[in-house]
């Protein structure tokens, strides 16, 4: 913990504004008297610190407190999130991609984290046969010629299923039974082949525990949604 506090004492400190540090995300913990505010920094420094960075104006008078943000990034770290469930052929995707970033703030250039969901398992023979990665390289291509241009450095697919693990795990049922296994269930016992391959090891990195959990839901997502085919919302 660094530099452990309670908002309360700041409130009943005699100052009119406190600017905090240390802590890169942007927060405002008290809007007036006294302003209590936490700036961030002024450039997202990876993929993480997503959003507008920058730094707070503050005019303090006799009588009153302005408080406001003003954007200093170079370089924007963004996530979106876009459903193709209605894109029955795969070229659509470049179509609804295209149009979505074009609706986003373009202020400065952008790295976007870029997730793919869809209820339909063709997302996953598209992710499989590399087509996404394509229609990726095409939209990048054709945003980097801008000012302020875009590039998609990371893509990850998400199979949807219409019913929600909230829902199945405490159903008295197999597919309740099967989500609370995946729930305690960690994955390094299966990756021992893999990682323990004499040609394999020596290429791998080892996994973060949030690169497996990625695949365990991912895994979890596909077995759910071949034992749903053709049960109805």
Same mark, same amino acid.
């Given at each position: $913990?660094?530099?452990?506090?309670?908002?309360?004492?700041?409130?009943?400190?005699?100052?009119?504004?406190?600017?905090?540090?240390?802590?890169? @995300?942007?927060?405002?913990?008290? &809007?007036?008297?006294?302003?209590?505010?936490?700036?961030?920094?002024? &450039?997202?420094?990876?993929?993480?610190?997503?959003?507008? @960075?920058?730094?707070?104006?503050?005019?303090?008078?006799?009588?009153?407190?302005?408080?406001?943000?003003?954007?200093?990034?170079?370089? #924007?770290? /963004?996530?979106?999130?876009?459903?193709?469930?209605?894109?029955?052929?795969?070229?659509?995707?470049?179509?609804?991609?295209?149009?979505?970033?074009?609706?986003?703030? /373009?202020?400065?250039? &952008?790295?976007?984290?870029?997730? #793919?969901?869809?209820?339909?398992?063709?997302?996953?023979?598209?992710?499989?046969?590399?087509?996404?990665?394509?229609?990726? /390289?095409?939209?990048?291509?054709?945003?980097?010629?801008?000012?302020?241009?875009?590039?998609?450095?990371?893509?990850?697919?998400?199979? $949807?299923?219409?019913?929600?693990?909230?829902?199945?795990?405490?159903?008295?049922?197999? #597919?309740?039974? =099967? $989500?609370?296994?995946?729930?305690?269930?960690?994955?390094?016992?299966?990756?021992?082949?893999?990682?323990?391959?004499?040609?394999?090891? @020596?290429?791998?990195?080892?996994?973060?525990?949030?690169?497996?959990?990625?695949? @365990?839901?991912?895994?979890?997502?596909?077995?759910?949604?071949? =034992?749903?085919?053709?049960?109805?919302?």
């Amino acid at each position: $913990v660094y530099a452990p506090f309670e908002r309360k004492e700041l409130l009943e400190s005699d100052f009119d504004y406190w600017a905090l540090g240390h802590i890169h @995300k942007r927060q405002v913990l008290h &809007q007036e008297d006294p302003i209590i505010v936490y700036p961030g920094n002024i &450039q997202g420094r990876n993929r993480k610190e997503t959003g507008e @960075k920058g730094c707070y104006y503050v005019r303090l008078s006799k009588t009153a407190s302005e408080l406001s943000f003003t954007p200093l990034q170079s370089i #924007l770290f /963004a996530e979106v999130t876009l459903d193709v469930t209605n894109c029955s052929e795969v070229h659509q995707v470049e179509k609804v991609l295209s149009e979505r970033l074009e609706k986003l703030s /373009a202020s400065c250039p &952008q790295l976007i984290d870029l997730t #793919l969901t869809s209820r339909d398992q063709k997302i996953n023979q598209w992710e499989s046969e590399q087509l996404l990665s394509e229609i990726v /390289a095409i939209v990048n291509e054709a945003n980097m010629d801008k000012q302020n241009w875009q590039y998609i450095y990371k893509t990850e697919t998400v199979l $949807v299923n219409h019913i929600s693990d909230e829902i199945l795990i405490d159903g008295d049922h197999f #597919l309740g039974e =099967l $989500v609370r296994q995946f729930e305690t269930t960690e994955i390094d016992s299966f990756l021992t082949d893999l990682y323990e391959h004499r040609q394999g090891r @020596k290429m791998l990195s080892p996994m973060t525990q949030g690169e497996k959990e990625k695949v @365990k839901e991912k895994a979890k997502q596909l077995l759910i949604h071949e =034992l749903l085919k053709g049960v109805q919302e």
